[in-house]
């Protein structure tokens, strides 16, 4: 069975500090691996994906994450962080090959502090 | 959020009343899925379709049903069977390893 482990429920980082938001998985085989941000009462919106290729994936409003493979690991980092960022954010995973089931990590919150 | 609509925006139930959510999706996506997001558990998958007329279970399905009659819409009904149905509802459709959702549904139950 597919997992994802989102070890921080919140995460406080200073405005202009880097962040790191951290996710680990499990999944058969190759994985597509995603993360998602939620603001209140909003659905989720796409950040970004790993497939294949670089493990440095780039995503929308300067965010990245990093996949490692040898550590299960998806994290999300961004240089500089804004007060704006504080939201949800979800860590999610698939299996290559099969069927589109997604499972989705708990979520942790990003407070980003003034 | 675009392309998926969800209506309506806040549902407020009766205990013992059944209630159908909406979801419409205009992006041509085949799959269609349902999810349950309670504080601090993420999101569970009620239902989802990958085509017209078929639809499979996921993971939390008891008290809830649904239907695929047209590709762009896939409803949803919390049955009374439903023990604790208050929570939010977010619909989704995938295209192109991509997930894409709908703005959510808050059902609260009086």
């Known amino acids: 069975a597919q997992s994802v482990a989102q070890p921080e429920d919140q995460v406080n980082v200073a405005e202009g500090n880097p962040l790191t938001v951290k996710c680990t998985y499990s999944?058969?085989?190759?994985?597509?691996l995603f993360w998602y941000v939620q603001y209140p009462n909003r659905g989720l919106q796409f950040l970004l994906k790993?497939?294949?290729?670089?493990?440095l994936v780039k995503g929308s409003y300067g965010f990245e994450a990093e996949f490692n493979k040898s550590q299960t690991s998806f994290h999300l980092k961004k240089p500089s962080a804004l007060v704006s960022d504080s939201a949800l954010y979800f860590c999610?995973?698939?299996?290559?090959?099969?069927?589109?089931?997604?499972?989705f990590g708990t979520g942790t919150k990003l407070q980003v502090i003034p | 959020d675009g392309g998926i609509t969800q209506s309506p925006k806040y549902l407020f139930r009766k205990e013992g009343q059944n209630v159908t959510l909406s979801c419409e999706q205009n992006l041509n996506h085949d799959a269609m899925y349902w999810y349950r997001q309670d504080p601090g558990q993420g999101l569970r998958l009620i239902y989802y379709?990958?085509?017209?007329?078929?639809?499979q279970k996921g993971d939390i399905a008891e008290g809830y049903s649904v239907s695929r009659e047209k590709k762009e819409s896939f409803p949803l009904t919390v049955t009374s069977a439903q023990k604790n149905p208050t929570a939010f509802y977010l619909c989704a459709s995938f295209s192109v390893n991509t997930q894409y959702f709908g703005p959510g549904t808050r059902l609260t139950v009086l």
């Open positions: 790993y497939i294949t290729g670089d493990n």
């Open positions: 999944v058969s085989g190759n994985p597509y």
């Open positions: 999610a995973v698939r299996p290559l090959a099969g069927y589109q089931k997604v499972t």
């Open positions: 379709s990958q085509i017209v007329n078929d639809f």
